[in-house]
């Protein structure tokens, strides 16, 4: 069973930088997949970041420029550097694995969904004030 533990969460002022952690345990593969996605209120889940096991990347938009995903594979654990924060970035952000052999891009485009990623953590709250 994997397990997913968010870290990092926090209030800070727009323009201030945030760094989340996700520290991954049990089962384990060469085909993962992660990812952060992030949920604002009642709204849809979204993808924010994925990484995949052929070292790709993806963004959304919003975030382009300003965050960037990383895995240290030695420590298990994947982060997510956050940048010149925007009230607008304030969310709920959640940390997901899937091992069936997903890309960066569709985790960032479908990860969020049913039948997405596999595994996520509890979440952990940022908010950015102005």
């Known amino acids: 069973q994997v397990q997913l533990v968010e870290s990092g969460g926090g209030s800070v002022q727009a323009g201030g930088s945030l760094r989340l952690s996700c520290a991954a345990s049990g089962y384990t593969s060469s085909r993962d997949c992660m990812g952060w996605f992030r949920q604002i209120g009642g709204r849809e889940r979204e993808g924010v970041a994925a990484t995949d096991s052929d070292g790709r990347t993806a963004y959304a938009e919003s975030v382009k420029g300003r965050f960037t995903i990383s895995k240290d594979n030695a420590k298990n654990t994947l982060y997510l550097q956050m940048n010149n924060l925007k009230p607008e970035d304030s969310a709920m952000y959640y940390c997901?694995?899937?091992?069936?052999?997903?890309?960066?891009?569709?985790?960032?485009?479908?990860?969020?969904?049913?039948?997405?990623?596999?595994?996520w953590g509890k979440g952990t709250l940022v908010t950015i004030s102005s």
């Open positions: 997901a694995a899937d091992y069936s052999g997903m890309t960066a891009i569709q985790a960032l485009t479908y990860g969020a969904y049913e039948y997405g990623m596999t595994y």
